[in-house]
């Protein structure tokens, strides 16, 4: 998403959400839990590149684009995480504590254009708290905010395991409660774990996990203890029928048929990363190569590691992945002698290794130009939800350094050869 921000292209952001709403349809998906727009304030957040910007006008121009796109192709788009959310380590526990002037004019106008310019039918409480309480069942937050100051008639979801209380999800806000399962089952909303459990899961108790959530047989139990709960599930249950009403999910009602991985998707993501790639300098006009240019040393293991998968809820299973190494072969054909080393090694702790730099040190003073491609990434095993580090969900980076010493790696290759492109990939 911070790719698409990038653009300064609302236009995009509407052509965007139409290939998100499209793909969804094909797939048979009811509602995309996005688009995520916390502000990128804490710059080591391990989720910022799956957020827009950093700039509170910025997100509003883009996010209304993108959520009409979604939602003209039937489809539900879900504007997250609400709100101030601005890292993921102690993500469940962290309380915030802001002025009003902050909330009002840094934090909450790409909520408030997601609601009233945007018309989003879904949003989605956040993990941590706010000035004490939760999040998703944050009465200030969900209730005088988002459903009476803005006039929200679309159904707050919960994220994953972030309900915490009966009474106050009942009272606060919190309209569908989601991820319950997981944390009953795991201790976590591992979704690896859960996905490699499925074949051997023991056969559930006799009360179910979705009885035990915090708005099934406590909320039942409640409201017949004190039935003036039971507007305030009525209320719920209106706003879930609103949204299924709009997503045509009830009935005979129809959706688009959708499209899946089509050539005008395909082009649309290009046009996206294309105009969302950020030039920061071009000294001495290295940029765009010369085309006596016939020898590249491509450096860096990220230009030859697929990066689609991992970060947990960003991950995208992709039909094909493109990397930045093959994408240079494929560009500059067999008239361009390319030579590739790795630079450096993507594993836990893995710091400078002095023989792979002099490797690569060695290839930059024999080619007529370099193209690093480093910058950080989504994890280790990207089969595994858990696994995740840099740029990924439950981790924040541990500091602004590039990871297993790529730092050294890049001085060492400028100093053999000073004809050097610089490419990071990273959020």
């Known amino acids: 998403n911070n790719t698409l921000a990038s653009t300064w292209n609302p236009t995009l952001g509407y052509a965007y959400g139409t290939v998100l709403g499209s793909e969804a349809n094909a797939r048979g998906k009811d509602i995309i839990l996005g688009p995520g727009i916390n502000i990128v304030r804490a710059p080591l957040n391990g989720r910022n590149f799956e957020y827009l910007s950093e700039d509170p006008y910025l997100i509003t121009r883009l996010v209304v684009g993108y959520i009409k796109g979604v939602q003209d192709q039937g489809v539900s788009a879900c504007v997250k995480h609400y709100a101030a959310n601005n890292q993921e380590t102690h993500r469940d526990d962290i309380d915030v504590y802001m002025s009003e002037r902050a909330l009002r004019e840094i934090y909450l106008p790409g909520f408030k254009a997601a609601v009233q310019v945007g018309g989003v039918n879904t949003l989605m409480g956040s993990y941590n708290k706010f000035r004490g309480t939760h999040a998703t069942e944050n009465a200030y937050l969900m209730n005088t905010i988002l459903k009476q100051e803005w006039g929200f008639n679309g159904l707050v979801i919960s994220d994953w395991g972030s309900v915490h209380n009966t009474d106050e999800a009942l009272r606060n806000g919190t309209d569908l409660e989601m991820g319950t399962d997981l944390a009953l089952m795991y201790s976590s909303v591992d979704q690896s774990a859960a996905t490699a459990a499925a074949s051997s899961t023991p056969a559930p ?41 709009a997503t045509k999910m009830l009935g005979d009602a129809k959706r688009q048929p959708g499209a899946f991985n089509t050539k005008e998707h395909q082009a649309t993501a290009l046009k996206v990363a294309e105009e969302g790639i950020v030039l920061l300098k071009n000294e001495g006009n290295i940029l765009p190569l010369k085309k006596s240019v016939k020898t590249i040393a491509v450096i860096g ?127």
């Open 301 to 427: 293991a990220n230009a030859d590691r697929a990066n689609s998968m991992g970060g947990g809820s960003g991950q995208l299973k992709a039909k094909y992945e493109i990397t930045p190494l093959q994408g240079l072969k494929n560009e500059l054909g067999s008239g361009v002698t390319i030579n590739y080393v790795p630079g450096y090694t993507i594993a836990r702790d893995q710091q400078a290794d002095q023989q792979q730099i002099a490797q690569a040190v060695a290839a930059a003073k024999a080619a007529d130009a370099v193209i690093y491609v480093g910058g950080s990434f989504h994890g280790y095993d990207y089969a595994k939800w858990s696994d995740n580090a840099y740029d990924a969900e439950g981790v924040d980076k541990p500091d602004m350094k590039m990871p297993f010493g790529q730092d050294a790696l890049v001085q060492a290759v400028l100093a053999a050869n000073p004809r050097t492109v610089v490419v990071l990939l990273g959020g």
């Open 205 to 245: 108790a006799a009360r179910s996990y979705y009885d035990r959530f915090y708005l099934a047989d406590p909320a039942l139990a409640a409201a017949k203890k004190d039935p003036t709960l039971v507007p305030l599930i009525d209320d719920k249950v209106r706003r879930i029928l609103r949204v299924m009403y």
